[in-house]
């Protein structure tokens, strides 16, 4: 099976399972967020191999997780935050006395649990179709900077993080964005402009999500995060783009919209 097939019908099969179960929500959402942050805390912790915590993995990830699924509030977070923290420090002072050194534990609590909750929050406070725009304009920004960087590209955008991303890649993928963006307003009768400028800036946060991701894997030499998804590598590859996308709508909606 070449790459592209194999990557093509993972598409074909994951998406509408992806919408099906983000529609559906309640117990078939948690369970699919669940296994994506056990999944992505696996691949982050293959990153580095050694001197990982898997103890404060799951006792701080999936712990942040299920806060997510309660609804708790900002004390609450702040609480556990103060809680896992010391946790950390605890553990690493008793084995390797060094906290930096093994600091990359906390990330991984934070880059996995951390936004894919976000799943959670957008999909129980704002519905499913907010949810469903911020998978289209992810996914229009990564199509449309692969086909027209492929195309026309000729700048490299990154070129010491991911060689092959172009600036005129970037560029389309985020007017792409921005038009799926505008019909979305349209349909779901919400302001244009608003719209219009939230896609602009989510792209362009999507964007980021897909570097920092390919600069952990630079950094680690390593080609992708898992395998898991034929054609697409792991998981924190196909979400590295959304999760950075999730936080920054939940925060529009709550607050400017």
């Known amino acids: 099976m070449t790459g592209f097939i194999a990557r093509l019908l993972t598409a074909v099969v994951g998406i509408p399972l992806l919408l099906i179960l983000t529609y559906l929500g309640g117990v078939y959402l948690k369970a699919l967020i669940f296994l994506l942050v056990l999944f992505g805390m696996w691949e982050f912790a293959n990153f580095f191999k050694q001197k990982i915590y898997w103890d404060y993995l799951?006792?701080?990830?999936?712990?942040?997780?299920?806060?997510?699924?309660?609804?708790?509030?900002?004390?609450?977070?702040?609480?556990?935050?103060?809680?896992?923290?010391?946790?950390?420090?605890?553990?690493?002072?008793?084995?390797?006395?060094?906290?930096?050194?093994?600091?990359?534990?906390?990330?991984?609590?934070?880059?996995?649990?951390?936004?894919?909750?976000?799943?959670?929050?957008?999909?129980?406070?704002?519905?499913?179709?907010?949810?469903?725009?911020?998978?289209?304009?992810?996914?229009?920004?990564?199509?449309?900077?692969?086909?027209?960087?492929?195309?026309?590209?000729?700048?490299?955008?990154?070129?010491?993080?991911?060689?092959?991303?172009?600036?005129?890649?970037?560029i389309g993928g985020l007017g792409v964005?921005?038009?799926?963006?505008?019909?979305?307003?349209?349909?779901?009768g919400e302001s244009v402009v608003f719209v219009t400028l939230l896609s602009i800036v989510l792209s362009i946060f999507g964007q980021i999500g897909d570097l920092v991701e390919s600069g952990m894997k630079r950094a680690r030499t390593v080609k992708d995060s898992g395998s898991i998804l034929p054609g697409h590598g792991g998981i924190l590859d196909r979400f590295d783009s959304l999760v950075f996308v999730l936080p920054v709508l939940y925060f529009a909606l709550t607050f400017l919209k």
Not at 149 to 165: D, E, Q, R, V
Not at 177 to 188: D, M, Q, R, V, Y
């Open 58 to 170: 799951l006792l701080a990830g999936l712990s942040l997780l299920f806060l997510s699924y309660s609804n708790m509030g900002g004390s609450v977070v702040l609480i556990w935050l103060g809680f896992q923290l010391m946790y950390f420090l605890i553990r690493v002072t008793f084995t390797s006395r060094d906290p930096f050194v093994v600091a990359y534990n906390l990330l991984g609590v934070f880059y996995t649990a951390g936004l894919f909750s976000f799943l959670w929050l957008i999909r129980e406070q704002f519905g499913f179709w907010w949810l469903f725009y911020a998978f289209l304009v992810t996914w229009l920004t990564d199509t449309g900077a692969y086909f027209i960087g492929l195309k026309y590209g000729k700048h490299k955008l990154a070129p010491t993080i991911s060689p092959k991303k172009s600036i005129e890649g970037a």
């Open 177 to 188: 964005a921005t038009l799926g963006g505008i019909i979305f307003a349209l349909i779901a």
